[in-house]
């Protein structure tokens, strides 16, 4: 019989007990928790960061006290929308607030048609039409066709857009109105809102936000786009194309001689500013982000590098392989549709996808603060999804002009943005919406 030493094989066992657990309660180095890691970690998102307030629609829109229709109108009125998709639906929004403002029966908008956005398609080839009628009912009375008596005419024009200052419609273009009974109208872009009475601003919210939706062969197409995304995913609009570049006046260094070359020709005689000028414009804000800033500012956000990314953008997008280079899962509509199909597609319908698929993102981040940027924001903030936010040229701009480099600028540049999240700075415009402390 052979006898072993309680004492040696103790201190063995307990050892080997000791070095099992270790082993197995360390976290292995692929699920380390550290800023800005590339693993999909939510609790270092800036999704996770708790808010202060949001913006829902008013209650006073959506419990729908309106005031009466009146009996009889004052005339007709087209709405005359120009520019791209999302410039013409702020215009079309305006008009339909003014038509009530002025009780005048609403005839359905004329979109331009316009070769410079490579456009041909009306307000029926994007929006159904029918829907549109029936959601305003109540609101504002809407006619496909013009009374016999008036048909043959051409409405008397009335452009508003270069009006300024204390415009009022009711003085301006009521008495036009009355006049010629039949007018076309180009809204003024600076028309104060907080002006109109309550139902009027109530039509235009109705219209904006719960009277547009796309034609039924476009929205199979939209929902086609969207279930080809992997999710879950984020969309991001990012500005960054010739004609973007030469209107903002931005000197860029160290871009390549294609993308020189495009922003000259898209300029034409306008030069970027220099000196103590372009240093104070760019600390406005007033410069595009580039695509490699893009994702700097992403990564700052700690929004992991293996995020799918639907980009919401048109054409001529410009130094791209900035942004792919660190974030590598990007989707385009172009690459996701069957190539005939988006062959045919002008401006409007590529537009109506990108808009369709950022207001049904997981989440969505802008570069910009345009016409498309605030829509969305704020019909995600209609259907009750907030994660939204605008990325800030302007803090960027101030942080770098302070030296600020790598880590330390991606943990200012955090701080910001945790900021402007936790507030719900920038979701939704308060025209129809009103902020609920959280």
């Avoid at 309660?25 to 550290?34: A, D, E, K, N, Y």
Wanted: hydrophobic share 40%; proline share 6%; with cysteine.
């Amino acid at each position: 019989m052979v006898s072993v030493p309680v004492k040696p094989l103790f201190v063995v066992v307990l050892t080997f007990s000791l070095l099992l657990a270790v082993i197995l309660l360390s976290p292995s180095p692929q699920f380390v928790r550290t800023p800005l890691s590339s693993a999909p970690l939510l609790d270092f998102e800036i999704w996770s960061v708790k808010r202060l307030a949001e913006w829902r629609p008013c209650k006073w829109w959506l419990q729908g006290h309106l005031t009466p229709l009146p009996a009889d109108t004052n005339g007709y009125i087209r709405i005359d929308c120009f520019g791209g998709l999302n410039q013409m639906r702020r215009d079309l929004c305006d008009g339909v607030g003014i038509a009530r403002l002025l009780n005048a029966t609403l005839v359905l908008p004329r979109f331009e048609v316009a070769a410079y956005w490579n456009e041909s398609s009306g307000f029926g080839d994007v929006f159904d039409v029918d829907y549109f009628i029936q959601k305003m009912n109540g609101f504002v009375n809407v006619v496909k066709d013009l009374p016999t008596d008036i048909s043959p005419k051409e409405p008397f024009r009335v452009d508003c857009s270069k009006r300024k200052g204390q415009f009022d419609y009711r003085e301006s273009i009521l008495p036009l109105l009355l006049e010629h009974h039949y007018i076309s109208l180009t809204p003024a872009m600076s028309q104060r809102r907080d002006r109109y009475p309550q139902y009027a601003k109530a039509t235009l919210c109705q219209a904006c936000y719960s009277a547009l939706r796309l034609t039924s062969s476009l929205e199979k197409k939209a929902v086609e786009l969207l279930d080809a995304i992997p999710k879950p995913f984020l969309s991001l609009h990012l500005r960054f194309e010739p004609d973007m570049v030469a209107y903002s006046r931005c000197e860029y260094p160290n871009l390549s001689p294609s993308s020189v070359a495009a922003i000259k020709a898209a300029g034409g005689d306008k030069k970027p500013w220099t000196g103590e000028i372009a240093q104070s414009w760019r600390k406005r804000g007033k410069c595009p982000l580039t695509p490699n800033e893009t994702a700097l500012m992403l990564q700052s956000l700690r929004i992991p590098t293996s995020t799918n990314i639907y980009l919401a953008a048109g054409d001529g997008l410009m130094e791209m392989e900035g942004f792919t280079s660190v974030y590598t899962k990007v989707f385009t509509k172009s690459a996701l549709l069957n190539s005939e199909d988006f062959t045919r597609m002008h401006g409007n319908t590529k537009a109506a996808l990108d808009y369709y698929v950022s207001i049904n993102s997981d989440a969505y981040v802008a570069t910009y603060f345009g016409n498309m940027d605030k829509m969305v924001a704020a019909m995600r903030a209609y259907k009750g999804m907030h994660k939204t936010l605008f990325l800030s040229r302007k803090a960027f701009a101030e942080l770098t002009s302070q030296g600020l480099e790598e880590e330390e600028l991606k943990k200012a540049l955090w701080e910001v943005h945790k900021s402007d999240f936790e507030s719900g700075r920038g979701s939704a415009l308060p025209d129809c919406f009103c902020e609920f402390k959280l």
